[in-house]
């Protein structure tokens, strides 16, 4: 059963305000409103790099007047073993204890090749794992202050997304692959 109504000409017109209204709050609520949600979210995240990037510049700004100090390394800061092997697998023992003292996951750990740099051959290995910013600002601290010395290069740093997804509240997490290359002497072998 239909029954016939009649709305007339200023019911239409303000029922197709009122669609209109309805049309455009449903646009926002579904579209806008996450994408400005998502926004935030990400300055959010881009503020928290942005602090976690200046600390880590503030260190290397004081290390770099005693960097600039010990240009040449003394005997008791350069390596010695037998072979460079030996000293890859030592520095690959002293980088997998103070990343676990800092709570970083190491994804992998490959020996480079041997070099010659600042009038030292070098034995150097290839070093992969995610943590926070400020996890790998300590390791690095440490390896620096560590001695024998120990070289950083090729330092490359990138956004890290667990598996499982970033929970809220947690600090953004970064993958790190970077060489880390130990000055040595070789010694003979005692007959």
């Given at each position: 059963m239909?029954?016939?109504?009649?709305?007339?000409?200023?019911?239409?017109?303000?029922?197709?305000?009122?669609?209109?209204?309805?049309?455009?709050?449903?646009?926002?609520?579904?579209?806008?409103?996450?994408?400005?949600?998502?926004?935030?979210?990400?300055?959010?995240?881009?503020?928290?790099?942005?602090?976690?990037l200046?600390?880590?510049?503030?260190?290397?700004?004081?290390?770099?007047?005693?960097?600039?100090?010990?240009?040449?390394?003394?005997?008791?800061?350069?390596?010695?073993?037998?072979?460079?092997a030996?000293?890859?697998?030592?520095?690959?023992?002293?980088?997998?204890?103070?990343?676990?003292?800092?709570?970083?996951?190491?994804?992998?750990?490959?020996?480079?090749?041997?070099?010659?740099?600042?009038?030292?051959?070098?034995?150097?290995?290839?070093?992969?794992?995610?943590?926070?910013?400020?996890?790998?600002?300590?390791?690095?601290?440490?390896?620096?202050?560590?001695?024998?010395?120990?070289?950083?290069d090729?330092?490359?740093?990138?956004?890290?997304?667990?598996?499982?997804?970033?929970?809220?509240?947690?600090?953004?997490?970064?993958?790190?692959?970077?060489?880390?290359?130990?000055?040595?002497?070789?010694?003979?072998?005692?007959?």
């Open positions: 239909n029954l016939p109504v009649s709305i007339g000409k200023r019911g239409s017109r303000w029922a197709a305000f009122a669609i209109l209204i309805g049309l455009i709050i449903l646009f926002c609520t579904t579209i806008i409103a996450p994408l400005v949600s998502a926004q935030l979210e990400l300055n959010d995240e881009i503020e928290t790099a942005r602090k976690q200046g600390r880590l510049e503030i260190i290397i700004e004081r290390n770099k007047d005693r960097q600039a100090q010990r240009a040449i390394p003394i005997k008791d800061d350069i390596w010695g073993a037998e072979s460079p030996v000293i890859s697998a030592k520095v690959q023992e002293q980088v997998q204890s103070v990343s676990a003292q800092n709570n970083i996951s190491l994804i992998s750990i490959s020996q480079t090749q041997t070099r010659y740099s600042d009038k030292f051959l070098t034995s150097g290995l290839v070093i992969e794992g995610h943590g926070e910013m400020a996890e790998f600002v300590d390791l690095f601290t440490a390896l620096e202050a560590s001695r024998p010395l120990l070289f950083l090729k330092l490359k740093v990138r956004q890290y997304q667990p598996p499982s997804g970033l929970k809220s509240g947690e600090r953004l997490p970064i993958a790190v692959r970077f060489e880390l290359h130990a000055p040595y002497r070789t010694e003979a072998k005692a007959r």
